[in-house]
């Protein structure tokens, strides 16, 4: 089983800048797709970005050209670089691992992280 650990929120002003974290620990070897995803109270869990083990990304289009996802793969850890926040994008953010299947915004996932709490201030 993976466990996946999400750091990096904080409070940004309007136009600032965050870099998640999501290390994965266990079994890593058979991951083959990882994603962020945001949730808001009251609202239902959106998918922000997705990558596959062999690089490919997709993202929802409200982040495309301001958020970017890196993976380290020696270390196990995915990346998610956040610029030109807005407060729109305040959201808990969790990291998720997918094994198997198809990689895209609509896939379903199936081991999580706690999440990490991006507040972003006008």
């Known amino acids: 089983q993976v466990q996946l650990v999400e750091s990096g929120g904080d409070s940004v002003q309007s136009g600032g800048s965050l870099r998640l974290s999501c290390t994965a620990s266990?079994?890593?070897?058979?991951?083959?797709?990882m994603g962020w995803f945001r949730q808001t109270p009251g609202k239902e869990r959106e998918a922000v970005a997705v990558?596959?083990?062999?690089?490919?990304?997709n993202y929802v289009d409200s982040v495309e050209g301001r958020f970017t996802l890196s993976q380290d793969n020696a270390k196990n850890t995915l990346f998610l670089q956040m610029n030109s926040l807005k407060p729109e994008d305040t959201a808990m953010y969790y990291c998720?691992?997918?094994?198997?299947?198809?990689?895209?915004?609509?896939?379903?996932?199936?081991?999580w992280g706690q999440g990490t709490q991006v507040t972003v201030s006008s």
């Open positions: 266990g079994n890593t070897d058979n991951y083959f797709c």
């Open positions: 990558i596959a083990r062999n690089g490919w990304t």
């Open positions: 998720a691992a997918r094994i198997g299947g198809t990689c895209s915004l609509a896939s379903l996932f199936g081991v």
